[in-house]
């Protein structure tokens, strides 16, 4: 059994798991029964897609975000697969963009309308044919645009180019042939430029992505990876898998050499695979066990022990897979920091799970919100296959705030959509749907800067879909605009007293300057 230490400091110490109300959680949904052991879910911050049973061929469904309750039985599917689906995965940088993979040896991209679907989609976008056998697993890149990868039945990972105007690609840019067994997970590094897989063999390696080269590989036998994960910058990765003794087992290892891992800790002898998620701007991992109802949540650190135990988040409902909410669809004003949606197969139910650190204040937390990955590639598909290595487009979780290293738009991006500004100086870009972010094209004078702010108007998007002043539909929206309101209220009360004080500072430069006059 693992050790954990009595006490230790920690601003996310007291992070809890709160489920979502039955109204809030998507009911009826046929869930796969496929004993792959992959998500089967995939969520951004417009949509919800989960694998479901299908009789002929495979299918998943594409839910909106906020289409809560009870599923229509004949609710359209996304259906085009000749096989079981196993593997699905939104683009990061395109919410309506999503790649599925299949027992039929194809993986398809499909375009999701902004409109609900009114009929079953099996027109996909592109179609990628290079398996010989069933595909696992699919990937994208990080940091660059339109690069997928693949691993399938056939031991091999296939890197694709989708910048292309062909709507099927019969041969990847790269063909990785250095395992000896099924692929059972892939992991990139912050910047792409490195990539993990575990294989069927229980071996780790890390791979240059684009020669298809081994870098290093396990020696150790006492610990048989099943998934990994780079840990962020600090130059570890994290594996779960099973010991010698048939426990299920976390092992911490140093990226620059594989002989031995760094910290190892048992947790139980169940048999369900290890899960793992890693939040880089928290430094925290969160442990979710396939069969199990619980989700284990730890710190990370680049210091010995490495893992630091929370706590874990417990219900007696197992789960069969999970879907993670990335950073930019968050709810920022309740300190909601990390969010599930959690796979019941039993109940047909999708439930969210919101992480959230308890704080008392209801302004934005900056501490716990650092700059985190935006929804904008830094590099395009062709820069990348020749060589060149960027981090992720920061941008910051503040309501209208602005991108932290701005890049000029790339020309495999639909072009930015331009809205009209309230005034001159104030323009706001949208980029595929996104958040929008606020750009001040000319300088504000500092004397007029506070009226600036307040005359400024910026548009919002709601679920992806471009509407201007939207009513609130649901509690959390009625909370966050009433949380918008008070800001308003708090900065017109400070630039009041700020005029209340330079009145009277004015008024008593008058009467000095009378009394001085007086004087002589």
């Known amino acids: 059994m693992s050790w954990h230490s009595q006490y230790r400091s920690s601003k996310f110490r007291h992070v809890f798991g709160k489920p979502a109300s039955k109204e809030n959680c998507y009911d009826s949904v046929p869930i796969t029964h496929s004993v792959q052991d992959n998500h089967f879910c995939a969520v951004n ?107 399938g039945y056939d031991f091999k990972v296939m890197v694709w180019n989708l910048d292309t105007k062909e709507s099927v690609i019969m041969s990847p840019v790269r063909t990785i042939t250095c395992h000896q067994g099924v692929i059972l997970s892939m992991s990139f590094n912050t910047n792409g430029s490195l990539l993990a897989t575990t294989c069927k063999d229980r071996k780790l390696r890390i791979l240059d992505p684009r020669a298809g080269t081994v870098l290093q590989e396990t020696s150790c036998t006492g610990h048989r990876a099943n998934k990994v994960l780079f840990l962020g910058n600090l130059n570890k990765l994290l594996s779960t898998g099973t010991s010698q003794w048939n426990n299920r087992q976390l092992a911490v290892w140093d990226q620059d050499n594989l002989s031995q891992p760094l910290f ?20 925290m991992l969160y442990v979710v066990g396939k069969g199990d109802g619980n989700i284990r949540y730890y710190e990370v650190s680049a210091d ?19 879907g993670v909410m990335p950073k930019r669809g968050l ?8 969010r599930f949606y959690k796979l019941i197969t039993s109940k047909g139910l999708i439930e969210p ?40 487009v920061m941008v910051s979780l503040r309501p209208c705030s602005e991108l932290l290293n701005p890049q000029p738009l790339l020309p495999e991006t639909p072009p930015s959509v331009s809205m009209a500004p309230s005034k001159q100086t104030d323009k706001v870009v949208v980029d595929n749907g996104r958040r929008a972010f606020s750009r001040l094209e000319e300088k504000v004078p500092r004397q007029g800067a506070a009226e600036h702010r307040l005359e400024e108007k910026t548009p919002r998007l709601t679920n992806g879909f471009d509407m201007e002043c939207p009513p609130p539909k649901t509690e959390n929206e009625l909370l966050q605009m009433f949380y918008r309101q008070q800001e308003e209220i708090r900065r017109l009360r400070e630039l009041l007293t700020q005029r209340e004080v330079q009145a009277k500072q004015l008024e008593l430069e008058v009467q000095n300057s009378r009394m001085g006059s007086q004087r002589f």
């Open 331 to 338: 709810d920022v004003t309740s300190c909601e920091i990390f």
């Open 45 to 151: 911050p417009c949509f919800i897609a989960v694998v479901t049973e299908c009789s002929c061929g495979g299918a998943f469904f594409v839910i909106p975000l906020n289409q809560t309750g009870k599923l229509d039985p004949h609710y359209p599917r996304v259906c085009g697969h000749g096989g079981n689906v196993l593997d699905i995965k939104w683009n990061p940088f395109n919410d309506f963009e999503i790649a599925s993979c299949s027992e039929d040896t194809t993986i398809k991209i499909w375009d999701i309308p902004k409109q609900l679907l009114t009929k079953n989609l099996t027109a996909c976008k592109k179609e990628l044919m290079g398996h010989t056998r069933r595909v696992g697993l699919v990937e994208w890149h990080p940091t660059a645009a339109n690069i997928l990868f693949s691993s």
């Open 304 to 322: 010995k022990p490495h893992l630091s135990y929370l706590t874990e988040y417990r219900s007696h409902s197992p789960q069969k897979g999970m």
């Open 264 to 283: 190892e800790m048992d947790l139980d002898g169940s048999s369900g695979v290890l899960f793992p998620f890693y939040d880089a701007d928290t430094n």
């Open 353 to 392: 799970i919101s992480m959230i650190v308890p704080r008392r204040s209801e302004s934005y937390q900056e501490d716990i919100y650092p700059p985190t990955a935006g929804a904008r590639p830094s590099l395009t598909a062709q820069e990348w296959l020749c060589g060149m290595n960027k981090g992720p």
